[in-house]
């Protein structure tokens, strides 16, 4: 079995993977739908300016650790576990699991700046959240060719030897 026909398997992952992606992007919007349809509705929030004061304080040091909870995490779940048995499916499980990871925590930004919008009904504490959210998706959408290097870097004699 050649190279190509090896990474079958990979490729198909990495297509779920896209699709997955782009599902979280989609909910993203979401959120900023109904942060405009809760703007035009009659709703007017009652919490005092020194708790979202906090709140807000409190939200974007978290926005900012998930960069770093980002790359923390998906260094342990790439690590983790017994490289040199390690099976294609558990592979890609580990590369699904990381992307996954790393997107929810990024649209995990988004529902700061909802929760403050929702305090506030401020668009302004809504959007830089959900700018942020969209930056930390793109830049970690899931790439092939980062795959495909890491895959093959578990078992350089994949074209060889692969482990379905």
Same mark, same amino acid.
């Given at each position: 079995?050649? =190279?190509s026909a090896s990474l079958e398997p990979l490729k198909f992952a990495f297509r779920k993977s896209q699709i997955i992606s782009f599902s979280l992007i989609g909910g993203i919007f979401i959120y900023y739908f109904i942060a405009l349809w809760v703007n035009h509705s009659a709703?007017? %929030?009652k919490v005092s300016r020194e708790f979202v004061e906090l709140l807000r304080t409190l939200f974007l040091a978290m926005a900012i650790m998930i960069i770093f909870l980002i790359k923390?995490? +998906?260094s342990i779940i790439l690590a983790s576990g017994n490289k040199s048995n390690m099976t294609t499916k558990k592979r890609? /499980? +580990? *590369?699904m699991i990381t992307n996954i990871v790393e997107l929810a925590l990024a649209e995990g930004v988004t529902i700061f700046g909802l929760v403050l919008f929702l305090l506030t009904k401020n668009l302004n504490d809504f959007y830089p959240f959900f700018v942020f959210s969209i930056i930390l998706i793109i830049v970690h959408l899931p790439k092939y060719s980062h795959w495909e290097n890491w895959y093959l870097? *578990? #078992? %350089? #004699?994949? /074209?060889? #030897? %692969? +482990? =379905?």
């Open positions: 079995m050649g =190279l709703y007017s %929030p923390f995490l +998906k890609i /499980e +580990k *590369l870097s *578990l #078992n %350089p #004699n994949q /074209e060889s #030897n %692969p +482990k =379905l």
